[in-house]
Nanobody, 121 residues
Framework: QVNLVASGGGLAQPGGSLRLSCTANDVTLDYYGVGWFRQAPGKEREALLCISGTNQRIYYADSVRGRFTIVRDWTKNTVYLQLNDLKPEDTALYYC??????????????RGQGTQVTVSS
C-alpha cells in the first residue's frame, strides 16, 4: 500500500498558473513512474502526463501539451505538475498515481485522494 498525497490545487483565473505536488510518506518515488490524472464531474478519468523512473516524460493528453509540465525533485521525494495558461475546462480533481515500477502506466494501481483545481474568473 502506498499513501500518495497531492496538494497545491485551488482557484485560478483563466490564463493563470498553479503547481501541484505529489509526494509519498511511506515510499521513495525516485525510480518509479509517476503519472498525473484528472477527473471532472460527469466525465471519465483522463490521463495527463507521466514521468518514468529514468525521467522520460510521456504526454497522454494533447490538450495539455505546451501548457502542463511534469518535474521530479529527487531531494524532496516529490513529483510536480506545473499548470500554465489554465482554461476553465481544466477544472477537475487532479491526482497522482504509480504502479511502483520504473515505467509509466495509464492505469496505475496506487492513487492518492487528489487536489481540486478550479479555473474561473
Amino acid at each position: 500500500q502506498v499513501n500518495l498525497v497531492a496538494s497545491g490545487g485551488g482557484l485560478a483565473q483563466p490564463g493563470g498558473s498553479l503547481r501541484l505536488s505529489c509526494t509519498a510518506n511511506d515510499v521513495t518515488l525516485d525510480y518509479y513512474g509517476v503519472g498525473w490524472f484528472r477527473q471532472a464531474p460527469g466525465k471519465e478519468r483522463e490521463a495527463l502526463l507521466c514521468i518514468s523512473g529514468t525521467n522520460q516524460r510521456i504526454y497522454y493528453a494533447d490538450s495539455v501539451r505546451g501548457r502542463f509540465t511534469i518535474v521530479r525533485d529527487w531531494t524532496k521525494n516529490t513529483v510536480y505538475l506545473q499548470l500554465n495558461d489554465l482554461k476553465p475546462e481544466d477544472t477537475a480533481l487532479y491526482y497522482c498515481a504509480t504502479n511502483l515500477v520504473g515505467f509509466c502506466s495509464e492505469d496505475p494501481r496506487y492513487r492518492g485522494q487528489g487536489t481540486q483545481v478550479t479555473v474561473s474568473s
